[in-house]
């Protein structure tokens, strides 16, 4: 995931190396350039459009997620000489290839700032937003209904622009405006910021469990609950820690492949009757998914934006 940290010292620049690769190659490749002193090291879908969040932000649980070409981009002292980390790179790996590394000077910034800039309020369904921390809901917006999530822009791993976040939160949005989230306890599998979760209880939910892999995605998703005046409704945990049981509305969005390989375990936690969206499923593959859930469900639907696709279902009494 690309997970943006506030920094706390002074702007300062920094020589970047971008190397695209495949996903079969990213840990050799990762791994050599930690081993050479890279400062930081990120991964992003090579194929998106930059102008969209990278969908790396909410990572499937148990798993990496990754996408088949992958650009990673390190970080190494300005005045680190790009030849000298070329060799070593070779050195440490002489079997990969290192000829597409591209090298380039680059200004730090403040990313507190930068992505404030450059994210407005955003609305999905009929009174769900979500808003940076220092922002108001823009006018006209029906604030005495609204459901408002404020997110900290220090630690984002996902702020509702993603297609795949999106489609959750604007299926939440219309399971409250149909009554069925008021008083109900919400399972947020694979929670990254907790973005999903921390909607649920702006739209009337009681209480909200979060599960991810990634500590620091527990860490932000607390953070985010904190802001959000709900850290004593909402519980998180790594797998498989998790609480075993069934809750009425259970949302998941990581990968199709995670999906498939967890159906049993996501249908286990859902109430008889109970109510499931999946997202994170690229189209194409949502024959596969609605197939494997249709043991369980019963009025499966599908529903795409742009690329991806929503599955949702009722747990079969």
């Not at 050799?28 to 930690?34: G, N, P, S, T, Y």
Request: hydrophobic share 50%; glycine share 8%.
């Amino acid at each position: 995931m690309a997970a943006v940290f506030a920094s706390p010292r002074p702007p300062m620049p920094f020589l970047e190396l971008t190397l695209r690769c495949s996903e079969a190659e990213q840990p050799r490749f990762e791994a050599a350039l930690d081993d050479v002193g890279a400062l930081a090291v990120t991964m992003l879908d090579a194929d998106a459009d930059s102008s969209n969040e990278r969908a790396i932000l909410e990572p499937g649980v148990g798993e990496t997620p990754l996408w088949q070409s992958i650009v990673l981009s390190a970080l190494f002292p300005h005045d680190a000489d790009a030849l000298v980390i070329l060799a070593a790179l070779e050195s440490f790996d002489p079997e990969l290839d290192w000829s597409r590394v591209g090298f380039a000077n680059v200004e730090d910034q403040d990313w507190e700032r930068a992505w404030m800039d450059q994210y407005a309020p955003l609305q999905f369904g009929r009174r769900t937003w979500i808003v940076p921390w220092n922002q108001e809901l823009p006018d006209g917006a029906d604030v005495a209904d609204a459901a408002v999530v404020r997110l900290d822009p220090g630690l984002a791993f996902g702020s509702g622009t993603h297609p795949t976040t999106a489609l959750c939160l604007a299926w939440l949005d219309t399971l409250a405006d149909a009554g069925e989230l008021a008083g109900r306890r919400v399972l947020d599998f694979g929670c990254g910021s907790g973005i999903l979760a921390l909607a649920a209880l702006k739209l009337g939910a009681a209480h909200a469990v979060g599960v991810d892999n990634d500590p620091q995605a527990l860490i932000a998703t607390a953070d985010n609950a904190e802001r959000n005046g709900v850290a004593a409704q909402l519980q998180v945990h790594l797998p498989p820690d998790e609480p075993v049981e069934a809750y009425p509305v259970v949302v998941a969005n990581i990968l199709a492949s995670a999906l498939i390989a967890l159906a049993d375990t996501l249908a286990a936690r859902v109430a008889p009757g109970g109510r499931i969206a999946l997202s994170g499923i690229l189209a194409g593959q949502e024959d596969e998914v609605v197939a494997r859930y249709a043991e369980g469900f019963e009025q499966l639907q599908v529903e795409r934006l742009e690329d991806w696709i929503r599955v949702t279902g009722v747990r079969r009494r």
